[in-house]
């Protein structure tokens, strides 16, 4: 009987290692327009990695540790990036995508200049996840809904995304050129249906925001949702691991 035990116990161990060498651990890094946000049953906002459980297999745990208006140096000066550093393993990978608080010029505590701060900051995120056995992931910021008069979408982000591709090629790590991904997201779309992905609602129209919402930054369900799609879709083109833990993606 004692023997019995011991297999049973030895069988539940072996298992659970296994399992757990096949688990995958994601952490993302980044401001609002990744974060989760509160009250999801009332607020039709959504940060595009707040989707990313839609995509992944049960092998994945997805921790986002995005948070509303975070550039690089906010996030690591208030030590979220030493406490995402402090629990990351061997396999993990850390998603990064900042930049559009970093070019907030008037604030002392997170406007970074792109070709020194940003730069260095991104490369810190890099090399201490690499040191940790872990792969991290570049993402370029996504766009504005920015059209001038003649239905030009216009970028706003100036150098910080070049940079990020800088340190992405740099580091022979993965860069997913999101900008470019929601551009075309966002022309295709066009002027008017593209207000669709972002927050546009009239006064009165949901309880959340009474006075109405014009955000041309922030992603509804609906933006949120095809963004995680389309940077899902460039990790399945990627040789790495994570690239088979995501479920079959419907055009």
Request: cysteine-free; hydrophobic content about 35%.
């Amino acid at each position: 009987m004692k023997n019995k035990y011991i297999l049973i116990v030895s069988w539940v161990f072996l298992v659970a290692n296994f399992a757990s060498a096949q688990q995958i651990t994601i952490y993302t890094i980044g401001d609002s327009t990744m974060a989760n946000k509160q009250n999801p049953e009332e607020n039709p906002e959504r940060g595009w990695a707040q989707m990313l459980p839609i995509f992944f297999n049960e092998d994945v745990v997805i921790y986002n540790r995005a948070v509303n208006g975070r550039s690089t140096r906010s996030f690591i000066n208030e030590k979220r990036w030493e406490a995402v550093y402090n629990v990351l393993k061997d396999g993990d990978y850390v998603f990064i995508q900042f930049g559009h608080n970093d070019q907030k010029e008037n604030d002392s505590k997170r406007y970074t200049n792109p070709h020194t701060a940003y730069r260095n900051n991104l490369i810190l995120f890099v090399k201490e996840t690499l040191q940790k056995g872990a792969t991290p992931i570049i993402f370029s910021s996504i766009v504005r809904r920015n059209f001038n008069e003649k239905g030009t979408l216009i970028d706003t982000h100036g150098e910080y995304p070049m940079e990020a591709r800088l340190v992405a090629k740099e580091f022979n790590i993965p860069f997913i050129d999101l900008q470019y991904l929601s551009e075309q997201l966002e022309e295709s779309n066009g002027i008017e249906k593209s207000k669709e992905l972002h927050l546009h609602l009239k006064a009165g129209e949901i309880l959340y925001y009474p006075e109405g919402k014009e955000d041309n930054t922030h992603l509804s369900i609906k933006g949120a949702t095809e963004i995680a799609k389309m940077a899902m879709m460039q990790i399945q083109q990627l040789d790495i691991p994570l690239a088979k833990k995501i479920r079959q993606i419907k055009d």
